[in-house]
């Protein structure tokens, strides 16, 4: 299935077109496949059990992609190969990396669906509408013990390639549910017995350093809000507790990322 093409207006190219345009592109992709880009987030769809629907690579990296995913050279989806510059006439700017794919979405879960799962570490993104800030959360949960993520209704699409690029792929390892009814739905969350977090660098919240890994809750949602706002107070009133990160009375704040990472690894330090 490795097939030359020499047309950036090839229809067998429609998935890769306006890879640049964020708007476009949820219009284009809709809940149907996703696009990731670079060896290490393709090698992130193959082994998270994402199916591929089509590959595109410059001339130089067929041998490369093919070692890394050998069913391209033998089995039924089509590796197009095109040069460099035609490629950036096919997806709208210089795709330095040479080599991106297009995949099957998965479904998104509903908040019932994640309570029911076995799912005992959640973080909860509420207003994230930064998709390097939701891959960096995501790569994170991946590497320190979040066993999925719950986007709140007005939350950046989990799946953009900016999110999966910057995640390095992670965030398809994670299961990804997304709230309809929020900030309502943190009742779900303790209707099946999730203590919730409120992240704020409020001066009279609990300080993360003084939660001992004994006294964690057997199940806990860590909620986090955008950058600047942070959360609202209807969440933080809906929510069980809100903690804070100690951190240098001259520093406003910590960036979601950083924030969310220190208590993933705080709640999954050692006891």
């Not at 089995?75 to 490629?87: A, F, N, S």
């Not at 964690?216 to 950058?227: H, K, N, Y």
């Amino acid at each position: 299935m490795i097939i030359e093409l020499d047309d950036p207006a090839d229809p067998r190219l429609d998935d890769y077109c306006l890879l640049n345009d964020q708007a476009a592109r949820r219009n284009r992709e809709g809940e149907e496949f996703f696009i990731a880009e670079g060896y290490v987030s393709i090698d992130r769809v193959v082994d998270s059990g994402h199916d591929l629907r089509s590959v595109l690579v410059t001339p130089s990296r067929v041998e490369r992609i093919t070692e890394r995913v050998p069913h391209l050279s033998d089995g039924d989806v089509p590796l197009y190969v095109m040069t460099r510059d035609l490629m950036a006439q096919a997806v709208g700017f210089d795709l330095h990396r040479g080599v991106v794919a297009s995949a099957w979405r998965r479904a998104i879960r509903t908040v019932d669906q994640l309570v029911a799962s076995p799912a005992r570490r959640i973080a909860v993104l509420v207003g994230l509408n930064d998709a390097e800030n939701v891959g960096v959360i995501s790569r994170a949960a991946r590497a320190l013990g979040i066993d999925a993520i719950l986007l709140d209704p007005t939350c950046t699409d989990p799946y953009s390639r900016r999110t999966v690029r910057v995640s390095m792929g992670e965030v398809l390892h994670v299961p990804i549910a997304r709230s309809t009814d929020w900030p309502d739905d943190v009742t779900t969350l303790h209707a099946g017995g999730f203590t919730t977090w409120s992240m704020t660098p409020a001066d009279d919240a609990i300080d993360l350093w003084s939660v001992r890994p004994h006294e964690l809750p057997d199940r806990l949602a860590i909620v986090v809000g955008a950058e600047g706002p942070g959360l609202d107070d209807a969440t933080m009133r809906a929510t069980t507790t809100r903690v804070r990160i100690p951190i240098d009375p001259g520093v406003d704040s910590l960036n979601v990322g950083h924030a969310a990472a220190i208590t993933f690894a705080a709640v999954a330090r050692p006891a």
